[in-house]
């Protein structure tokens, strides 16, 4: 017996429709792509994203069709979601940042039939642009006095294109698990992998996210998303925002430590969220200028972990509540907050930051488990690490274009990461699965040798890879770069890490480099270092 | 083209799961029918959920068959519902205060087939069981000590009951609009409706009532519903609070200003919600014994409109925030919550208490509109007030076993009230459509006279109806009770709405009774009232 509630199907244009009615005059302030600081509200960006429907639906635009933007935050970036989701089609976030081959596989790999592009990225589309046949019109986010001259095709300025239409549209009525946005991970292997959200996954994840214990959006909030739009939907604020009313400030394309600081500070912002790095560019600006936060409360830190003398720089320093998360493209993103449970909400000092550095507990609507390489569940004492798999509503089945579901027979999803979850529910990542050391059947976490590795006095930089062993199948490599003007003792070293670790983490051998290979987004390649060492032996392999 | 996300069914066992997962050991404490309080978590709630399952399962339940319960806010209520869902039935909440005669025509209409029942209400069962054919077996919500003799069919106490299974069960896989729950109005006219809930609008429901703008619950809450689980899903508490791990201080039967003041200290509550009565209760027994509250921050009043004395008391005289809400059992309830929005929060004194008596504002997921009598949309102005209509994933499109939709062509529901909404979004309620006076193709609101005319020094009670008027259709009549000792003369009673009311809302006349009628729940009766005036006419009716 089915019950006898409205069928309401969950679609992303409701959203904005919301933010219009209830908080209409409620303010999207953007640090434009052109300069100045432009201001707008939830009515007018719902009135221009009906212009972009229309518009699109004009020029033949049809349910299905993948629509690429290459973007900063901006309130124009945002309002072209809600115009592309509401005509039906797709919004594919193209990351600017990717090796301009990497973008012509991605946009033909998505079919893009149109791309909006910022000034900024004019010249890297110009200089693919003959490779991507699929695309019939290019976008250029701005007015027509900053409309730059361009070979791209069929190019028009965003204001002038959405200016010949008047907005009478209505939304199309869509099934709510209708594709609406599109986004590819880049791994470090192999090709790149579509991840294609509903409409129904982006509006029940934005309600998870904007749960007190998740992001804590409300109408009192004043956000800065600096995770970008094209970082899986940044973070969800993207829908999570207008959804609670939220004020929103984009940064658009600046985001040095003075830039943020500024909107921080001028925009009356009570949140923020960002990848380390930024933190890392903030907190040395406002040291070096000795400025505090008049506003700031909570900043949500996620993309990578948080190192930990960070969360404790901006909680002890700055009095501002710093929140781990962590999530991946493929569960849209959000997975895990560090919020403080009643449960631990006794410790103090080291013990609160011990608590801190973990990537925290799932809010409803994300389940979560660690297994075995056979899938066997392992408990939750937070020190057995396992795979993590992750189910819910907002966490992908399959690729666009893959070879089917990518789930276990319990239909979760492999993260690729390993992790322990202590008795309380809090998960902490302790490393890729590719590159955890097997030994003897037994795990070894190289991101915890690394960092242990780190702290020794002449060390600038640690990498641990697995390294064949007859006996033990895999036993740890540590590879490192010396501090300048310092030499690393291998003794010395072992001895350091021999302290702090149990025996057999202990590596097999320590080797000197002068380089360890990085990705395009500055994380260590191991890929590229295991290709390095392909030739080694452990001198304990005999 | 659909999405590639996950299948992931929003069913209502799973919000039990995640509780027992990330927040297993938070308390659920009860102040039993029995009369002591007990103390259990959302492990224990969770595993004796899966006994219930399996011993409905066991003795034949199958999905869709409804289950009633007649009992108070405990954690064996509470745990029965996860049972129930679990199972795939229904739970069927009965209000125990209705009159005899209508939990007859409700548990027949329903073919409730079982039924739980707290000890409180076994008399009463057995008082009309003869008459409820469909139900096969009473479980009376209490151990073998407490087990009373009593003539029920196949009565068994609920923990022996449970103590037969062994929890080895796995939730049915239900389609996520699969009913869930039944709750049937108590209108004052014609025969009760039952309202199907289905899993999927109780989820959809709890995550938008646990919005900070909403109900604002989170781990760290400790909250005390006092509004019934037979009220509506407990205005969704039952359900968001495990959602978000809050702690649940269940007052069972005993609700007077002691008994809740008690709890409310002695639990550490954050955040309570119930109707005003209560509330005057507590205020009253609070002033009397010259209490204070030392964890209490938010109070959630709804159900009736809230007097504006009774806010003021809470947030002045005692630091608790008051938070207005409306809503309707067809609506899961909470239709809007009166929080306040950047907007209006510059309101200080008067102007801030003329904000907090309106119901508020929509959270996501509800949509509302103001409507005359053609069914046209009204200006959100503040002003003109027209018929409130709803729609929403958590809104009845049907009754059950009712007559097919009851939607307009938009797919809105109306809600009987009529309304105002101001340019800011919050709706206030000024009438029932069916208590409101159509004069001359104006609407005059009765209740504002009502509560005008219960200003004045020498009236005990008002009421206004409308009385058939040859040229204005209707126009309003005001019906008084004196004050003891006192006498209410006409023209000065009309003189004195003269100045605070529109010329040509002003009543026609006025008319001294001894009684008011009142229905079952304390409301003015006006459907006894306009049968006791229809012979009446009106001076003005010439």
């Known amino acids: 017996m089915l019950g006898l509630m409205q069928d309401w199907p ?5 959203i904005i429709d919301h933010a219009a009615k209830q908080h209409g005059t409620r303010e999207v302030v953007t640090r434009s792509v052109e300069g100045p600081i432009t201001r707008t509200d939830y009515a007018t960006i719902r009135s221009r994203a009906l212009k972009v429907a229309q518009r699109l639906t004009r020029e033949g635009i049809r349910a299905g069709d993948r629509i690429a933007t290459l973007a900063w935050n901006t309130a124009r970036h945002l309002e072209s979601w809600y115009g592309i989701t509401g005509a039906g089609a797709i919004y594919h976030t193209v990351n600017p940042r990717l090796f301009p081959e990497q973008i012509v596989w991605i946009v033909n790999h998505a079919e893009d039939r149109m791309v909006l592009v910022d000034l900024t990225f004019v010249p890297l589309l110009e200089a693919i642009a003959a490779r991507l046949p699929s695309v019939e019109r290019y976008i250029v986010l701005t007015d027509t006095a900053h409309m730059p001259k361009t070979t791209l ?36 292997t192999g090709d790149p992998k579509g991840v294609l959200y509903s409409h129904r996954s982006n509006v029940l994840h934005a ?31 993207a829908f999570s925002a207008p959804m609670a009313g939220a004020k929103m400030v984009m940064p658009g394309p600046k ?38 936060f008049s506003t700031l409360k909570r900043l949500i830190v996620g993309g990578s972990a948080a190192p930990r ?42 013990a609160l930051y011990d608590l801190k550095v973990k990537q925290g507990f799932t ?23 396992g795979r993590l798999k992750v189910a819910g509503p907002a966490v ?50 190289s991101i915890d040798l690394e960092n242990i590795a780190c702290g020794h006095p002449d060390v600038a930089e640690a990498a641990v890879i697995g390294i064949r ?60 270092l295991r290709e390095q060492f392909v030739d080694y032996r452990l001198p304990t392999a005999v």
Chains 1, 2 share one sequence.
């Open 10 to 14: 969950l679609l992303i244009p409701k």
């Open 153 to 188: 095709k069929n190019a028009v300025a965003y204001e002038d294109w959405i200016a010949e239409a008047d907005g009478d549209f209505r939304w199309l009525e869509l099934d709510e698990r209708s594709a609406a946005g599109l986004c590819y991970t880049s791994g470090t």
């Open 207 to 237: 309600l998870a996210a904007s749960q007190i214990d998740c992001l804590a959006i409300s109408a009192n909030t004043s956000i800065l998303p600096i995770v970008p739009l094209f970082h899986a939907n940044s973070w969800s604020i």
């Open 255 to 292: 985001l040095d430590g003075a830039s943020v600081y500024e909107l921080l500070e001028a925009e009356q912002v009570t949140c923020t969220a960002g990848v380390p790095t930024v933190w890392a560019m903030l907190l040395q600006y406002i040291e070096k200028e000795q400025k505090t």
């Open 309 to 350: 003398a960070m969360i404790e720089a901006f909680e002890k320093r700055y009095g501002v509540e710093v929140i781990h998360a962590w999530g991946m493209t493929e569960m849209s993103p959000l997975g895990t907050v560090c919020s403080v449970k009643p449960v631990v909400s006794g410790l103090k000092g080291e």
């Open 363 to 385: 809010p409803f609507l994300i389940e979560m488990k660690i297994t075995d390489d056979d899938g066997k569940e392992l408990p939750w004492d937070g020190k057995t690490f």
């Open 396 to 445: 992908v089945k399959a690729y666009y274009r893959g070879e089917g579901s990518v789930l276990d027979e319990e239909g979760f999803f492999d993260t690729g990461d390993v992790a322990t979850i202590d008795s309380h529910g809090y998960m902490a990542i302790t490393d890729r699965s590719k590159d955890v050391i097997k030994s003897g059947g037994e795990w070894i976490s």
């Open 469 to 528: 062993h007859p006996k033990w199948d895999e036993r740890p490599l540590l590879v490192v770069v010396q501090k300048p003007e310092r030499t690393v003792d291998k003794a010395d070293l072992l001895a350091f890490l021999s302290s702090r670790i149990a025996k057999w983490w202990l590596p097999d051998d320590v080797q000197i480099v002068s380089e360890i290979p990085h990705t395009a987004t500055g994380k260590i390649n191991k890929v590229r």
